[in-house]
């Protein structure tokens, strides 16, 4: 984990997870949800992989909300996050976490990977979390 790991305590959370199967209507009304959460304070957590949760978490970030990145690359040694990423980080608004050793390979991540990260983000957004 890197960043403000206090964010896990955080009473309002919610996972930021939209399928493909997603009306356009469902993931407007399901965007507008997490965003109001988001600006009442709560942290949204996602591992950001399709393009609709990337959009939530870029406009939450640009918002200056509270969240949570999961990463499917763990950190190298001597990591910091850079540019955007080191700056939430700095004022306590973001927290990444890998599930995973640091690699240097280049791969795609597998469909169970991104299973594995959306279950991780609904059980950190669980009000009973930790």
Sequence with gaps: MIGNQALLAYPE????????AYSDEEYEQM?????????NGGVLVSAAI???E???MREARNRGYRFIVLREN?????????GE????CSSGTLLQ???WEYHMNRCTISRNQCLQLNRLA????DPDYP
Excluded at 31 to 39: M, V
Excluded at 85 to 88: E, G, L, Q, T, V
Excluded at 122 to 125: D, M, P, Q, S
């Design 122 to 125: 609904e059980l950190i957004a």
């Design 31 to 39: 965007k507008r949800r997490w965003l109001a959460l988001g600006e």
């Design 13 to 20: 959370k919610a996972a930021v997870i939209v399928h493909r």
């Design 74 to 82: 763990g950190f190298p040694p001597l990591y910091k996050p850079a």
């Design 85 to 88: 990423s080191f700056d939430a």
């Design 50 to 52: 399709a393009a609709r």
């Design 54 to 56: 990337k959009a939530v």
């Design 97 to 99: 976490i890998s599930p």
